[in-house]
């Protein structure tokens, strides 16, 4: 009886192995809660034991495929999806089950881009009225996919996702989603009655050609020798990764030697007694590009004197000082509390009892922006020095700072091949294993990183849309957002690198099957992610409703069509120009005029019909008009449905990034 029993065991034991050898392996993409796009051949694939027959059958329509296993194991099949609904199940068998549950037929688009794409409603990106948004977004049929931050020097057959596969959108896993594909998502859901499916992949402060094939970045030579040097990395396995942190200790040594601030690797401008009376002042929170270090990238110290009250005396403290860009070490009475690398870190440190002592007190802060903006910038955090949550010292305003080493003294950084910020790393990661999942379209949110080679970004940006859709063999829709406003408003007409991106994407729209959303009028100048992401995902939803769902909507506010000079006027049309006027019914602003000598002058404009009339009494021979050509530009052209003017320029002027790749 027990020998029977022993055998029973072990044959059961051997079974369970066997199926356990041939279960199927699918990519991370099939999961319970996946969303097929409708009425389309939608591919699925995976792997199971060469040779195998693999079934699969489909709840919808109880229709079963048989497809075999290659040599290498792989298998793909094309399941044919009826109009929209669900939930549905799919059985996938080789012997053994494996059973998809919760299936819903909808519409599929991928989101991606930099950090205003990834921006999530809550985390480092707190919306505007995130918490309301949050308790909102109880969507069971919109499905959330959340790709994993991952760099690879050669495609890959499978993402890593933040959330094990797809989820359903509701309160508990919206607030680390991005918000921008969320109010898309929602919009077209709602508009169009039909489940939606969301992968979101993107990453923060990442270039496009991080986005792009290496096979089609080599049409570009400005892209050839970096990618075939990411190709010789990846043939030959170097060990690049030990030889690039050796580097980064050598050039992080050189920037502490030089570095005034420091005395034998230790902080002397962070010292209670140390002499700042020369240093200047810049309001916290706030970037310091616009407040007098404009286009500085490196090292600046921030000094702080606080009057710490007899009742703190000698008691534990916390120091709040929120996201900081990039990297910081901070001090409190020249004794270093914490060090974060990161900028879209909070930070809270805590200060020990034996550093805290009543009067007169310094918190210094030493900020290493290696790119981009810098600075103590965190507005949705008050810069705070507290015993407890109803004993707490405000510490924003005024500081003192001073810049004391600049990028520009220093050699560049050694080369990261992790770095997210090489050509086709992302794409090899982020992209290419999502290829050939059926979707409907993209839409996708970047430049600012790209900004100061924007005459490049020409070819470039058209030029990914193209990669993707040859790897998609679909030559699907694909929306963008042109950059928001930012930074301080120019005093005098000029050049901007941000302006000529915005051309650069306005430029992508003569590519087929694009459409554009405007979002001058919705940034802010003193944060490179402006909160009203709601209205960035609605513009975004209304170019897809009216141009891909066929809605008869207005979706672009004027764009741009061409000019005519009348004597001392300039006589400027558009196209959806209906109803022309201005977003705050003053005058309209934002116009300039250049006249032989190409030096611009601000301009007056009148509206006429679905025209625009622009002169400047100074300037009697114009020959060419810009609008909204800054930054930050004032301007306020909107058209009926209060959709905001594009920036455009008639000129082709030689501008500031012409030569930079």
Known sequence: MKRRNLLTVITALSLISVTGEAKIKLPALFTDNMVLQQQSTAPIWGEAKPGKQVKITTSWDKKEYSVTAGNDGK?????????????????????SKTKLN?????????CSGQSNMEMPLAGWGKINDYKKEIEKAEFPDIRLFHVKKTTAMKPQDDVVTESGGWVECSPATIPEFSSVAYFFG???????????????????????????????????????DPVMKIEEIAAVNQNFREKYHADLAKWHKLITDSDPGLENGKGLYCKVNFDDSEWGEMNVPGIWESQGLYDYDGIVWFRKEV???????????????????????????GTEIGRTEGWNKSRSYSVPENLVKKGRSVISVRVHDTSGDGGLYDKDIRQVLKLSDDNVMAIDGRWKYCASLSAKDLPAAPRNYDSPNHPTLLYNAMIAPLVPYKIKGAIWYQGESNA???????????????????????????????????RQSPEYPGNSDWAELREAQLMTLNLENTGMAVTIDIGDADDIHPKNKQEVGRRLALAARANTYGENIAFSGPLYDSYKIEGNKVRISFKHAEGLKTSDNKELSGFAVAGPDRKFRWAKAEISGNEVIVYCEDIKDPIAVRYAWATNPVCNLINSDELPASPFRTDDWQGLTSDKN
């Open 452 to 486: 100061s080679r924007a005459y490049q970004y020409r070819e470039l940006f058209p030029l990914m849309i193209k990669d993707w859709r040859e790897k998609w063999n679909d030559n699907f829709p694909f929306y963008f957002v042109q950059l928001a406003n930012f």
């Open 307 to 333: 009057d710490i009250p007899e009742e703190w005396d000698s008691k534990r403290l916390t120091l709040d000082l929120g996201m900081i860009d990039d990297n910081d070490i901070t001090y409190f009475n």
């Open 186 to 224: 929602s919009n077209i859901h709602i508009s169009q009655d039909v489940p939606v499916g969301l992968i979101s992949t993107s990453w923060g402060g990442t270039v496009a050609e991080a986005w792009t094939s290496g096979e089609m970045l080599s049409e570009m030579p400005d892209f050839t």
């Open 102 to 110: 919760n299936v819903m037929i909808g519409e599929v688009w991928i």
């Open 75 to 95: 298998w793909h099949a094309g399941l044919q999806t009826p109009v929209y609904g669900g939930p549905y199940h799919i059985e996938i068998s080789d012997g």
